[in-house]
């Protein structure tokens, strides 16, 4: 597995080693071993996470305030523009986002830690992503801060207008959302 960095530090991209032949391929999605020695970080998840998405829909940007969750993040058929924002106030990148590509093709993943805000838009034709997360989902402390906050500024490349849902569209901006210290 290559690891690398991210204009955020505490956010990364994960490369797995792929080993294909004329049959096909196999790589480990996930080694809590190797995770742990590649990056230092020590984490346990809890919860799988599987959605399907058509193209041009966009969730997020999403976060638990209480029962915060680091996701492991990964596109298993179709490519997402993936994001995260850091919302910890006390974070020299408060504010900030990073965002990669994921695909089926590129077999990235992306490591979110708790104290980001995550979403992601779809960039074919559809696409299934999957996640695993550090705690249990909490809907009493789910939030959302609107996807074109201009105070974020995210570059969505945006292939037409968004599909949201009733939440996304609702969602708060960075300066009057919850956020962690």
């Not at 096909?24 to 799988?48: L, P």
């Not at 402390?141 to 968004?162: K, V």
């Amino acid at each position: 597995m290559q690891i690398h960095t991210t204009a955020i530090a505490d956010v990364l991209i994960l490369e797995p080693k792929v080993f294909g032949d004329e049959r096909g391929f196999f790589y480990e999605s996930f080694n809590q071993q190797r995770f742990s020695e590649a990056t230092g970080i020590e984490v346990n998840f809890v919860q799988d996470n599987h959605s399907k998405s058509a193209k041009n829909v966009l969730r997020g940007l999403h976060y638990q305030i209480e029962q915060a969750q680091g996701k492991l993040v990964r596109v298993v058929a179709g490519e997402v523009f993936d994001v995260a924002v850091d919302i910890r106030r006390s974070s020299p990148t408060f504010g900030r986002w990073v965002g990669t590509y994921l695909s089926a093709e590129n077999r990235r993943q992306m490591w979110i830690p708790e104290g980001f805000a995550h979403g992601f838009v779809v960039t074919s034709e559809s696409a299934e992503f999957l996640y695993k997360t550090t705690d249990y989902w909490a809907p009493q402390f789910e939030r959302c801060i609107l996807w074109n906050d201009p105070a974020i500024g995210i570059d969505w490349a945006l292939q037409g207008t968004p599909m949201l849902s009733g939440k996304d569209q609702a969602g708060s901006s960075l300066a009057n959302a919850e956020v962690f210290v």
